[in-house]
């Protein structure tokens, strides 16, 4: 089963500190992870995918296959940060399955 | 990124009404997908097809039905809406296996 946890619903931070949210993913095959970023009231869009080990608006994710973990993390927090976030699985089924978000809000 | 386009954004209606959510798209893509988005609850899976000729039921498909008129059309209906419809609606597309899905703005559906 394809199963992803998002320990944390709500996370607030201050700008300039450093802010991790966390992703931990069930699965036994390897994965296709992603995280999604919801700014009030708009679409969901991508933010990362972990196999283009990019970084996006200063946000890295790296998978962790030892601890099956994806977190999301940048170094210093913008209160345009302030978002909801979502880690998503994509394994050997053509669903999407979402965790229940974590809503970041980045105080000034 | 107005190419998965949603109509109506917000809709308030009746318990027992039936209800029609469109979606259309302009990128060409073959899969499209129905979620539902709830506060605390995330986003779940009602629908999805991966062509004209195929759909498939998601993680929460009771109460609800599609149609995929075209490659670029898939709608979502309720035949008999009750109050726990109400949510937030995304329709999402993507090319192909494993890649990422591209969202539309969403229908706020109320049910009284």
């Known amino acids: 089963a394809q199963r992803v946890t998002q320990p944390e619903k709500l996370l607030s931070v201050f700008k300039g500190a450093p802010v991790e949210l966390k992703c931990n993913y069930s699965?036994?095959?390897?994965?296709?992870l992603f995280w999604y970023v919801q700014y009030s009231r708009q679409r969901l869009q991508l933010l990362l995918r972990?196999?283009s080990r990019e970084s996006i608006k200063g946000f890295t994710a790296d998978l962790n296959k030892g601890e099956t973990s994806f977190h999301l993390k940048k170094p210093f927090a913008q209160e345009e940060d302030s978002a909801m976030y979502y880690c998503?699985?994509?394994?050997?089924?053509?669903?999407?399955?979402f965790g229940k978000g974590t809503k970041l809000t980045v105080n000034p | 990124d107005a190419d998965v386009t949603q109509t109506p954004r917000n809709r308030i209606t009746k318990t027992g009404k039936r209800i029609m959510l469109e979606c259309s798209q302009t990128?060409?893509?073959?899969?499209m997908y129905w979620y539902r988005q709830d506060p605390g609850l995330g986003l779940r899976l009602i629908y999805y097809?991966?062509?004209?000729?195929?759909?498939n039921k998601g993680e929460i498909s009771d109460g609800y039905s599609v149609s995929r008129q075209a490659q670029a059309k898939f709608s979502l209906s309720l035949e008999s809406a009750i109050p726990n419809q109400t949510a937030l609606y995304f329709c999402?597309?993507?090319?192909?296996?494993?890649?990422?899905?591209?969202f539309g703005d969403g229908t706020r559906l109320s049910i009284l």
């Open positions: 999402a597309t993507s090319d192909r296996h494993k890649q990422p899905q591209h």
């Open positions: 699965y036994s095959g390897s994965p296709e």
């Open positions: 972990h196999i």
């Open positions: 998503a699985l994509q394994g050997g089924s053509e669903k999407l399955v």
């Open positions: 990128k060409g893509h073959d899969r």
């Open positions: 097809s991966f062509d004209v000729k195929d759909i």
